[in-house]
Nanobody, 127 residues
């Protein structure tokens, strides 16, 4: 099994920054893909970004390109989502998720591709 714990959410003004952390424990980490998703009230869960641990490929939702980055921590058991120039539309509960099956440009943003999920962390961006 894989356990995921998110942290780093909070309230920030538009234009501000937050860094979300996803602490990963459990089974072997090196072959996984770690994705970040978000879900706002009344909306479907959507993929925000993903990091393929095996080859370092990154993926981003179009609306966050140039503002968000994703990276693995030095300790190798954490993945970070750095969010800059935040907008009110970025407000949501953010989840990290893991898949041991790899990913690609077609699958990374599909929630059903990820069998392991964290509990979520709230991000609120005020105008």
């Amino acid at each position: 099994q894989v356990q995921l714990v998110e942290s780093g959410g909070g309230l920030v003004q538009a234009g501000g920054s937050l860094r979300l952390s996803c602490a990963v424990s459990g089974r072997t980490f090196s072959s996984y893909a770690i994705g970040w998703f978000r879900q706002a009230p009344g909306k479907e869960r959507e993929g925000v970004s993903c990091l393929s641990i095996s080859d370092g490929t990154t993926y981003f939702k179009d609306s966050v390109k140039g503002r968000f980055t994703i990276a693995r921590g030095n300790a190798k058991n954490a993945v970070y989502l750095q969010m800059n120039n935040l907008k009110p539309d970025d407000s949501a509960v953010y989840y990290c998720a893991a898949t041991p099956y790899g990913t690609d440009s077609y699958r990374w943003s599909e929630p059903d591709e990820y069998p392991y999920w964290g509990q979520g962390t709230q991000v609120t961006v005020s105008a």
